[in-house]
């Protein structure tokens, strides 16, 4: 069993509420939008082993470090994670296409700054989007998921509400 920390559009921010939820996870994955060039990739990796994707505000460096796309096996899941990608009925075009050709069982995204743990019955595969773990954005309450994976069967889903991000100063 793999119990997951899931995090997206932290625009540059992470704090100790953050940490000790990944100091829980065995893995953090991230779906985008990190901020702030290596900094946080850096002082994530340097605690739990992660998985990430670049977003629409990262730059050059980042890039280079986290892919546009990830596409991996975990526990019995076939997992794409991309940053832009919408939700069930709401995919773009090209996405579609992608997600009808590698058929994953878990596809995770960021962007929106909107939470959504969702099952899409067309394609067969649980969808995710954290929210927003940063201060940053339109969002009203910052968060996060945690689940585990274990054997093909997604496990202890929950949502970590880290507080509302105007009470931090935006």
Known sequence: MKRILLLSDTHGHVDESILRHVKEADEVWHAGD?????????????LKPLRGVYGNIDGAELRQVHPEMQLFQEEGFKVMMLHIGGYPGHYPTALRRLIKQERPTLFICGHSHILRVMRDQEHQMWCMNPGAAGISGFHQK??????????????????IELGLRAALGN
């Open 34 to 46: 990190w901020g702030g060039g290596l900094a946080l990739s850096d002082q994530l990796t340097a």
């Open 142 to 159: 910052r968060t996060m998921l945690r689940f585990s994976l274990h054997q093909g069967q997604l496990l202890e889903p929950a949502v």
